[in-house]
Structure formats: structure tokens, C-alpha cells
């Protein structure tokens, strides 16, 4: 799409399909489905969406960097949809750093939302 819905990323979406993934993936122990879900669905948005210099994910992100006002937001959702989707993934995985960020989302969650 021309403009800037076609550059529109959204990742609280794409962490709430990875923790759908991962939920199908721990249904037909297929590991490759996890392995997608993890590195595309809830690490890639996650390292787009958080904000190294205040913290917690914005609600939307444009692809080539542009940054609308009105999409600088930091919506409650996204961040429910990042603590669901980082414990599900280290829970399948134990992989430490899934269970760091999710505690890095967590911290900021619960002391900015209420």
C-alpha cells in the first residue's frame, strides 16, 4: 500500500500470533514452527517495538522509521501480549534470555500501567 499504511507494523499483533504459534507448534511438537514464532514473532517485533530510551513497546511502528505522533503510543495490550508470549517461549525453550525479557517487560508494565 502507498504511504504509510503500507509501512505499518503493529507489534503487539505479531507477539500475540507468535504466542498463537507457539501454542500450535507445543500442540504438534513441531519445532521448527516454534523456532519461527520465537525468532520472527515475538524477538523481531520486540526488538523493533521497544523503546531503548524510555522503555515499553510502541503501539505501532513505521517500517522506514518515520514516527507519526499519534503512533507513539504505549498501549496496556502489546505489553500483555509480550508477557504471554516471552513466558510461553521460555517455558518450551528454557532459554534464559526469553525469561530476561520477559522480566524487562514486566518490570516496565507494572510500574507504568495501571
Same mark, same amino acid.
Given at each position: 500500500?502507498?504511504?504509510? *499504511?503500507g509501512r ?6 505479531? *507477539?500475540?500470533a507468535g ?5 500450535y ?10 523456532? +519461527?514464532?520465537?525468532e520472527k514473532f ?7 517495538g ?7 513497546l ?5 517500517v522506514?522509521?518515520?514516527?507519526? +505522533?499519534q503512533?507513539?503510543?504505549?498501549l496496556?495490550?502489546p505489553?500483555s501480549?509480550?508477557l ?6 521460555y517455558?518450551q ?9 520477559f522480566f524487562?517487560?514486566?518490570?516496565? +508494565? ?5
Open positions: 500500500l502507498p504511504g504509510c *499504511l505499518l507494523q503493529n507489534p503487539g499483533h505479531a *507477539l500475540e504466542w498463537f504459534l507457539l501454542q507448534a507445543a500442540e504438534n511438537d513441531n519445532k521448527k514452527i516454534q523456532r +519461527t514464532a520465537i515475538v524477538e523481531l517485533p520486540y526488538e523493533r521497544w523503546d531503548t530510551d524510555h522503555g515499553g510502541f503501539y505501532f511502528l513505521d522506514d522509521g518515520h514516527c507519526p +505522533t503512533w507513539s503510543m504505549k496496556w495490550w505489553h501480549e509480550a504471554v508470549a516471552f513466558l510461553m517461549a517455558s525453550t528454557k532459554k534464559p534470555e526469553l525469561l530476561e525479557k524487562k517487560v514486566y518490570e516496565y +508494565t507494572f510500574s507504568h500501567v495501571s
